[in-house]
């Protein structure tokens, strides 16, 4: 099962259509029309969706055991995904780079993770020299992970990633994507 941010596929405005837009299935980009399976599940009141994929491999999936239950408060949130800005076309295809990012947890509404993601007020760790961070777009719907957890090698997923603003990152947390997964 992929979930992702309903805008991901639908775009800001709602006018795109999901099935034309492509993901990395079986090594390479396919559209979604594409797939053995191609009904998308979405949230009516969140900004989430599930989509079946039997291509992909049950080696490079989480197991459902990586999806915290419960509202998760770590000290650091980590988020994981693609930019927008590093999908650029090379002469032998695409070449995107991963991304990732942990800043310290913050409050919110509920239902939501929230983490401080602040463009310019970030140090490097060995440096401490302050550094920019990117526009988060092309994040929305990755996997946003329970820092302190994933610190110590075991992978939480405590939300999937909506939105940055005001120097804040959030997304809808993961009661909501298991809530989705047993309506499916």
């Given amino acids: 099962?992929?979930?992702?941010?309903?805008?991901?596929?639908?775009?800001?405005?709602?006018?795109?259509?999901?099935?034309?837009?492509?993901?990395?299935?079986?090594?390479?980009?396919?559209?979604?029309?594409?797939?053995?399976?191609?009904?998308?599940i979405e949230d009516p009141e969140n900004d989430l969706l599930a989509l079946y994929v039997d291509e992909f491999g049950l080696d490079r999936c989480l197991p459902q055991s990586s999806l915290c239950p419960a509202e998760a408060t770590p000290q650091m949130v980590t988020i994981y995904g693609y930019l927008a800005r590093d999908f650029k076309r090379q002469e032998q295809g695409l070449n995107p780079q991963p991304f990732a990012f942990t800043d310290s947890r913050r409050d919110h509404r509920?239902?939501?993770?929230?983490?401080?993601?602040?463009?310019?007020?970030?140090?490097?760790?060995?440096?401490?020299?302050?550094?920019?961070?990117?526009?988060?777009?092309?994040?929305?719907?990755?996997?946003?992970?329970?820092?302190?957890?994933?610190?110590?090698?075991?992978?939480?997923?405590?939300?999937?990633?909506?939105?940055?603003?005001?120097?804040?990152?959030f997304g809808e947390s993961s009661p909501k994507l298991l809530s989705l997964l047993t309506w499916m």
């Fill in 1 to 40: 099962v992929l979930f992702t941010a309903k805008h991901s596929l639908y775009g800001e405005n709602f006018d795109e259509d999901p099935i034309e837009k492509s993901i990395f299935a079986n090594d390479h980009l396919t559209q979604i029309r594409d797939l053995k399976s191609h009904e998308l």
């Fill in 110 to 169: 509920p239902g939501y993770v929230a983490l401080r993601y602040t463009k310019s007020q970030n140090r490097e760790d060995r440096s401490k020299k302050k550094v920019m961070s990117p526009r988060p777009k092309g994040l929305s719907g990755c996997p946003m992970l329970d820092g302190d957890k994933l610190a110590k090698a075991k992978v939480c997923v405590i939300g999937a990633f909506t939105v940055q603003e005001n120097g804040i990152g």
